[in-house]
């Protein structure tokens, strides 16, 4: 379960966001719109932005409050101010985007053109001009969001089980007959979606090329400060420089399971069955650790028993993770975050548990809302949570369209950067462990995180690209689910556990795919944690091995840190990475130094085993 931040303008946008011509009862013709543009000036399109902002920041307030409330106390009452605020955010985006398309032709300075199109950008779907189609295309968004919510796996009529009941049953289960029955249950559900969804992207796509764009995929690449085919280049060529090291750590698992259920199930030569990882997309593998991990894993201790014994409770833990950024020479979080936050499940209502970071107002008004329980993962997690919070905050004093990270995969890496300084050495400085362990523990957690980070990176690239290709026509519906397979097989070494047709639709049981959320920004975090992570450890001064370093109390690293986060989005990405790294470009080289001495370990379990399918 993946944490989330909720904040400004794009987080809120790109889930409420829809339909472009969806108010009033005609939509402008294009041949009109144009001729109003000529005539707009650039003084009109600077007061336009700077009234757009102020609207935007009121709504943002209000809708951020109702949702606050919707997920601190759980009723019907709630869900439904919830959905009106975001009722309003919505119409209120269609008709700035429509007023924004005025000055599509006018010459404008630099910010007022970059806030212009983070306004439309704010879009993820956009409706065709057709009011009949807006509406339908809008009806289609609440329907594959319901399916999705509602799947259930009925083993009879009177024993239902919902994703999450079979989510566990898949991380605990070493039975492959359960785990088989819990994965068929839940991507059966998305077969009646398929139709739908093919609707959908015919809609969608007709929307994007009124815009001016290819296709829905196009747009969306489009967002990203640079050509949209050179951006698709760039992933294909950072996937390039991980993939030994995925396939690596693949081999071995593979081995691993073999032993386990039989080379009859797991053979040793073709792609793994996607069942048997763990997890219901086989993205993540971490719950697989106990089948695959080295013998002498164990580092000698235990985060959750340390904090035990060091008496910390769930507001300790949050503090302790305060003291990480203020040693870094942050401002203490306000007193209201720790008067407005959640931290503990209540005993007398329903609350939503998945942890998140909230910015209320723009401001200072930060929370997080999480029911923390006193374990060493929960310690990392809160502080990637707080990381979100830093972030708000240092971006606060830019325009409400810069408020948001440089791109969407900058908020999920700055995070996980800083959970990876959660490390041992930090444990001792702060007074949790009194000896950090000899490096030759440090298999084990490295194998541990790698089941998570780079297991994950085929999948968070893969998602995407194959919506891009459906988007594009490149595949038809009738390939939908070949074409699906197919990239798991070619990005990821995993295969369907039993046959699968044209009749499924198994893209469409994972979340992101009905719920219309771009994917390619987990990918881009995954990349981009362990470039800032290795620069931070540069500005620090720590010249150790990179998977051991802590940032902590390390004002230089704080500052560099900082000046990046302050941009906010106001220049496009590469020149807040530059800022922090030297470099505008991305590169994974900082991956594969963080996992050297895995790769190294790996390497040598596999040299007598068949790698590759």
Known sequence: ??????????????????????????????AETKAVATQATAEEAKAFVKAAGDEFSTLLLEVNRADWIASNFITEDTEALSAAAGQKLTEMVVRLANQAARFNDTEVDYDTRRQLD?????????APQDKAKTEELSGIVAKLNAMYGKGKYCKTPDNCLDLGQMSSTMASSRSYDEQLEMWTGWHNTAAPMKP????????????????????TGAMWRSKYDMDPNAFALELDKQWGAVKPLYDALHCHVRAKLSEKYGADKVPLNKPIPAHLLGNMWAQSWGNIYDLVAPADADPGYDVTKLLADKGYDELKMVKGAEGFFTS??????????????????????????????WDLDAKDDLRIKMCIQRTGEEFSVI?????????????????VFYQESANDGF?????????????????????????????SKDIGLLLKLALDKVAFLPFGLLVDQWRWQVFSGQVKPEQYNEAWWKLREQYQGVAAPIARTEADFDAGAKYHVPGNTPYTRYFLAHILQFQFHKALCEKAGDTGAIHR?????????????????????SRPWQEALAKLTGK?????????????PLKTWLDEQNKDRQCGW
């Open 1 to 30: 379960m993946k944490p989330i931040y909720k904040l400004s303008l794009t987080a809120v946008l790109v889930s409420s966001a829809l339909l472009l011509t969806a108010c009033g009862e005609k939509a402008a013709d294009p």
């Open 118 to 126: 983070k306004l439309k950008q704010a879009l993820t779907l956009a």
């Open 196 to 215: 739908i969804y093919v609707r959908q992207v015919e809609l969608a796509n007709e929307g994007a090329k009124e815009l001016g764009y290819a296709d």
């Open 328 to 357: 870094l020479g942050f401002a203490p979080l306000p007193e209201t975050f720790w008067t407005r936050s959640l931290f503990v499940q209540p005993k007398d209502r329903d609350v939503v548990c998945h942890a998140s970071a």
């Open 383 to 399: 502080h990637h949570e707080l990381g979100h919070n830093f972030y708000q905050r240092a971006y606060k004093n830019q325009p």
């Open 411 to 439: 908020h999920e890496a700055i995070g996980d950067t800083i959970a990876l300084s959660v490390t041992p050495k930090y444990l001792q400085q702060i007074g949790l462990l009194e000896q950090i362990p000899d490096e």
């Open 549 to 569: 370093c802590s940032i902590y109390n390390s004002k230089e690293a704080g500052a560099a840190l900082n000046e990046m986060l302050e941009m906010g989005s």
């Open 584 to 596: 505008p470009e991305m590169d994974s080289s900082a991956i594969l130094a963080y996992f050297a």
